[in-house]
Each structure stands twice: as structure tokens, then as C-alpha cells.
């Protein structure tokens, strides 16, 4: 399985790089610089797992992938926006992202800022100027907004802000934070595609990407706390130096390794009720074991 893994997510990422360069192509009346800008952000770099997930989750539910290539693009054009506004310096202030400089570095604040604005906005063009949009369309896109907006991702990271001073956070606001900030995001592409199998999985999807993404921000947390920059790709040790409220900090080293566990867990056993299964089930191992 393990080669037939890496050879399967290779082919989801050089399909999503080709969907990419074909949206990007079409964005016009962009000004040059902008344009660099948006392009240095979303181009060149990132696991792709958001593209990556919401493809698996087609195959294995038996979805044509073309029905999800638009979505698979938006996604990661929301996911790199909203990686460069967390680098700003009114935001987690980072200077270096997916092993490069961070866009507003390169390009300068308010560019960092317009670019994040650029991306957003492209990626709700791109889904709706698809050559026949249809009622799953509009249903999968809703969601799409509803998962990164200010009930989503945007609120999880309103939360973030205000609680990360705080002493005393409790375990109830850690886990609204990260399925806000984190979650959201993975259960996207994974509630996308299954829209368009026309079979309704929603709750037991629904709770495979929750799980999925609170494991994934707690694997984030050992990586931040264990890494080097050479493989997360920006600057390691940062949540510790800057207070950061994270799985480590709420629950101890012991605790978060427990919980990434359980999550870990869960998510095999809702994969486990599917067919095809297969390469989702590698993926979830990987996320889980590079916390090691
Ligand atoms: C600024 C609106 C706004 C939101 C920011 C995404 C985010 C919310 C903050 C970034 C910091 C963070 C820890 C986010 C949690 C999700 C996460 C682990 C992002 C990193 O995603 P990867 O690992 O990154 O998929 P690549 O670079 O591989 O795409």
C-alpha cells in the first residue's frame, strides 16, 4: 500500500497543480504586482491536503473527480489566504511560510493583506464560473463559506486571539478553537465531495474531518514544539516563546499524545464503515505518525 499511497497522493497533487495553473491563468484585470503576490502565496509549495482529501473523498465514494476540481482549487486558495493573514505581524507574525519567505515579508504588509483579500475572493469566482453550475454546486459552496467564515475557520481564529492570553483556558474552548480554526477546513473538501455522490454521509463524514482536523492542529502542536524549520517549513519553538495556547499548554506533552490518540482512533474507526477506504486510511496514519 505504502507505494501505491505516495504514487496516489502524487497524482492528486499534480492534478490540483494543473487545475491550479488553468484558474490562476484566467485571472484578469489583476494588477502585476498583486497578481505576484497571490501567485507567490498559493504556488510552490504546501502538502496540498486539502485538494488532496477532498479528491480521496470522491474516489472513495465513486465521484467523478471533475466535479470536484474547482472545489479543490478554492479550497486551497481559502487555505493559503488565510496562511498568509496568520503571518502578518497583527496576527501570529512569521516571517517565513512553507519554507520560503511569508508573503507580506516578500511583498511587503499591505500587499500581505490584499493578496489574503485577492485569494478569498478568487476562489468563490473560480467555483462559480464553472461551465455548468448545479444545485450540488451551490450546496457544496454554500458549505464552503460556512466552513471558512466567521462560523468556521475565521471565528476559530477570532477565539484563538482572545483566549491566548488568557491563563486558564479550558479544555471545552481549546477543542471550539480548533475545530473552528482547523477542523473546518478539513471537513470541507471531505463534505464536498461526498454532495456530489448524492448519497447523504454527512454525520459520519462530518465527524471523520472533525477528528481528522483536531488531530491534525494537535500534530501541529509536537511539530512547532519538536521540529526544525527545515521540515515545517517556518519558524519552530514559536508557540512556546509567545505563550501560545495550544494542545500542549491545556493538557500537558502526556495529555495532547493521549488525545491525538483517541482522535486518531475515531477516525480509523468511521473509515473502517467504508469501502475504498484504502488510501484515506493511509492518509490518516501519516498525519498521525509524523507526529513522531
Ligand atoms: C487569518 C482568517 C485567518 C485564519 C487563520 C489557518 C489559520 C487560521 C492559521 C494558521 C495557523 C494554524 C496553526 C492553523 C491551523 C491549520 C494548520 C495546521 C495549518 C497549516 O496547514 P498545512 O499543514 O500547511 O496543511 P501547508 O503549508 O502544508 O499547506
Redesign the pocket.
Known sequence: MQNNYQKQYENYVIRFEKQLKIALANLSNTPQYLREAMEYAVCD?????RPVLCYATADMLGVQLEKVDAFAVALELI?SY??V??DLPC??NDDY??GKLSTHKKFGEAFGVLAGDGLLNFAFEHVLSKKTFTNEDAKALKFLSYCSGSSG??G??TLDLINEKSDKVSEEVLYEIYIN??SKLLIAPIIIASIFSGKDYSDKLGEFGLNLGVM??IS?DFMDAKGDKSNI?KTPGKDEIQDKLTSIKVFGFDGALSRLQYHFDKCLNILKEFENNEFLLEFTKKMFERTK
Open positions: 509549495g504546501g502538502k496540498r491536503v487555505h488565510s496562511l493573514h496568520d496576527m501570529d511560510r512553507r475557520m475565521i476559530g481564529q480554526k482547523t491534525f492542529q501541529d517549513g
